[in-house]
């Protein structure tokens, strides 16, 4: 027999009051594990292997930071990372920008007003993969109905090729992120200029301030903990850029289009090199990682106000 | 207090099970062992129904195609009546298909029973494969019932060994509009120069292109026709040592000529970005008047639902040109089908294998046209390409599909061939919108020799 102690009843019902918690959180943590955590982990370890696919179904001999120092040494991996960071700075500019002047617009109550904003959640609800299919129907040459609107709106536009110009097709790419993201701004950004107190802008009119001053002067001051938050959810998911880029262009003209998850992708699922984009996918983690935090240092400072 | 570790205890084992589950996939079975024996009916199945009972299962895509629906239904009809096999054909979108061929081939999930894959995907996917030769040869088959590219993308790269068995493959084809042709009194070209000049002559032909290039980014689409013409040129994608052999005078003189018939305007300044379904979409929508594709695409042209009605009754077709004193090799490009080791069911899907690729069941099938979804005129066998009574219901395309298919080849087969094609892909694209060709082709070799020796 082995003797067992058994904690006062004090002890005991701390712990039960320390450890139910955590017990409810069980699923959901077990949930993140598996699907999050564990995938992380395996992924880090393969990155220090060497491992394609088509030649073994085992995970090679570990390789020490080989695969990183190929990833630094990759052109099409740096244009990768170029094509990313071109495409978040214009979708991210784009999408706040147009979003907030959706929202100064429809902050005018109208009768309309109501219906817009259901309205203008449906672009958002449109799947990526399918915003890229349309798009790039919606643009072919010959049969396309925006191809043929541009060139009448404007007929300089009758020359562009606007998925066969690198310059034009990552701004498709851009706008048809744009077009999903800005109402869904306008909806987030309303929600910050509802909360503005109304007095303090009839007080700056009273003061004698136009438009634009009470705009820039008060407004948006005011807007911009929440435009922050916005500008750093919107940069952290158009790093990770991949459907639209896949369905519209595949990565072309030449890799003119090729975002760094499309990069990762094709090493990985098209190349089959696993070791490879393990690595790559790591580097592309951490850089989320600082614009995840980026983020909750924003969220923090907005709460803490 | 008891209960908390042992919560905990518990969920660590879950857990610990979870990950073992997923780390471990099901061990592999020997073919041969697997596979009854004894008396066979006409079409080479097992009398006595040994697998009576056995569900197997197929990783494929692409449900609706015709040729795909009419194997699913002959096989629910009439093979699962003799052998009382019971077949479940999955239909994966295409691109998850490929993804799946991988999962299944190289890690060995151990869902599915068959797979069926793309021939460049054969070198990759022959790891995961069983060896066919022996019980071929016991079935009294033979990989000589197909001609010599399909054989080659059964092989995968392996001279010795048959992984696959061809059940869907075809000619690359010049497609035109007939009745221009014959108002300009032309018939096919037989050399590039000849198909230059006749391009010549179709620009703006009733309003249409000349003719629908793929130039674009997409799966290696804008390399068929260049294959196509760089072989023939007695050049190659990669020589025997393995290293690149395409920036010769032939290559880049077949590479010039390909750049061509987009940089002389022939075909639309739009295809630079085109892939195979916007060149024939183009060319169905009555806007070209001539395209390089498949031969199954016939069965699309032809048919009034699908096209313009004008295009429909207007559809000529011949082999791909070639070069001035040499043989002619184009790309016969092919869809294979083999037994995974995987699978806990090898008797019952070699049993499918041999019915499914049996020359008799693709030659019902392709004399079939009682319903327009499961109409097909595809066929692999040799055997049935010169078959006249299927040329007859077939355009007559089976043969020229034969004739074109003596000479052709398939896509290198090496593991590296994903990222070559990549390379290569790229490489014309960037050609397209204007690149210089030597030099575009110089640093794709130069890529093509770094990634190789990697």
Redo the contacts between chains.
């Keep these: 027999m082995v003797a067992t102690t058994v904690p006062p009843p004090r002890q005991r019902s701390r712990l039960r009051k320390h450890a139910v918690p955590y017990l409810h959180l069980a699923p959901a943590l077990l949930a993140v594990v598996l699907t999050t955590v564990y995938p992380l982990v395996s992924a880090l370890i393969t990155s220090f292997r060497h491992w394609r696919l088509n030649e073994t179904r085992e995970a090679g001999e570990f390789v020490g930071l080989e695969q990183y120092q190929r990833v630094f040494t990759d052109d099409t991996f740096f244009n990768s990372a170029l094509v990313t960071l071109q495409f978040t700075v214009i979708s991210v500019v784009l999408s706040v920008g147009l979003g907030l002047a959706i929202a100064l617009i429809l902050n005018n109550r109208t009768r309309l007003s109501a219906l817009t904003k259901a309205l203008l959640i449906l672009p958002f609800a449109v799947a990526p993969a399918l915003k890229g299919f349309s798009w790039r129907f919606m643009l072919n040459p010959d049969t396309g109905v925006y191809d043929q609107l541009l060139d009448t709106v404007l007929p300089f536009a009758d020359d562009i090729n606007w998925l066969g110009d690198p310059f034009w097709a990552l701004m498709v790419i851009a706008l048809t992120e744009v077009w999903g993201w800005a109402p869904l701004i306008a909806l987030m950004l309303l929600g910050g200029l509802n909360s503005i107190s109304p007095e303090v802008r009839e007080a700056a009119t009273i003061d004698g301030a136009n438009a634009w001053q009470r705009f820039w002067r008060v407004t948006f001051p005011l807007l911009r903990p929440l435009l922050l938050i916005v500008i750093f959810l919107k940069a952290v998911f158009s790093v990770k850029i991949f459907d639209q880029v896949v369905t519209t262009t595949g990565g072309g003209p030449g890799r003119a289009t090729e975002s760094l998850n499309f990069f990762a992708y094709s090493q990985g699922f098209t190349f089959l090199d696993i070791g490879y984009a393990s690595a790559v996918s790591w580097v592309i983690v951490l850089v989320l990682g600082v614009l995840a935090t980026l983020y909750l240092i924003a969220m923090a400072k907005q709460e803490a106000k | 207090?008891r209960r908390?570790p042992r919560?905990v205890a518990a969920?660590g084992a879950?857990?610990a099970l979870?990950?073992s589950g997923c780390a471990a996939?099901p061990s592999e079975q020997d073919l041969l062992d697997a596979v009854a024996t004894g008396p066979t009916d006409e079409l080479g199945l097992l009398t006595g129904k040994p697998y009576d009972g056995t569900h197997i299962r197929l990783l494929s895509c692409c449900k609706t195609t015709a040729q795909f629906a009419a194997l699913q239904e002959k096989t629910e009809r009439e093979f699962t009546a003799k052998t009382g096999i019971t077949v479940e054909w999955a239909n994966i979108p295409y691109?998850s298909y490929?993804?799946k061929i991988?999962a299944e081939t190289?890690?060995?999930g151990g869902t599915y029973d068959l797979v069926v894959w793309p021939d460049a995907y054969g070198?990759?996917?022959k790891?995961?494969l069983q060896p066919l030769d022996e019980v071929m040869r016991r079935a009294d088959r033979s990989i000589d019932e197909f001609s010599p590219p399909f054989q080659q993308a059964a092989r995968a790269g392996d001279p010795d060994t048959v992984y696959g068995i061809p059940f869907r493959g075809f000619s690359y084809n010049l497609f035109y509009r007939k009745s221009e042709y014959e108002r300009l009194g032309m018939t096919p070209a037989a050399t590039w120069d000849e198909f230059t000049a006749q391009l010549r002559r179709l620009d703006g032909a009733d309003g249409r292109a000349a003719f629908a290039g793929q130039y674009?980014?997409?799966g290696g689409q804008n390399l068929f026709t260049w294959m196509s013409m760089l072989w023939s040129n007695g050049a190659d994608v990669l020589g025997p040592d393995g290293e690149p052999a395409f920036t010769t005078p032939e290559g880049i003189a077949a590479t010039e000529q390909y750049l061509a018939l987009l940089r002389d305007g022939y075909s639309?300044?739009?295809s630079?970005?085109w892939?195979e379904t916007?060149s024939t979409?183009?060319f169905e929508?009555n806007?070209t008047n001539s395209v390089f594709t498949w031969a199954w695409q016939m069965d699309d042209f032809s048919d009034p639902a699908k096209v313009q009605p004008e295009v429909a009754d207007d559809i000529g077709v011949a082999p791909l040109p070639g070069w001035e004193g040499k043989p002619t090799v184009t790309y016969g490009y092919t869809w294979l089908m083999g037994i995974l080791n995987t699978s806990e069911h090898q008797g019952a899907a070699w049993e499918y294998l041999k019915w499914v690729t049996n020359a008799d069941t693709e030659r019902d099938i392709a004399l079939d046209k009682s319903d327009p979804e499961t109409a097909t005129s595809v066929v692999v066998h040799t055997a049935n390409m010169l078959d006249a009574e299927v040329n007859a219901a077939n355009h007559e395309l089976p043969k020229l599909q034969e004739s074109a298919l003596r000479t052709a080849r398939t896509v290198p087969m090496t593991?590296d061939w994903?990222?070559i094609q990549?390379v290569l892909e790229?490489a014309i694209?960037?050609m397209?919108?204007g690149?210089d060709i030597r030099t575009e082709l110089t640093e794709a070799a130069d890529q093509i020799r770094t990634l190789t020796r990697r």
Excluded: F, Y
Aim: charged share 15%.
């Design positions: 207090m908390t919560a969920l879950a857990l979870l990950v996939g691109e490929l993804q991988v190289a890690v060995g070198a990759s996917a790891i995961g674009g980014r997409g639309p300044q739009a630079t970005n892939t916007d979409q183009s929508q806007r593991i994903p990222q990549d790229v694209n960037e397209a919108h690149a």
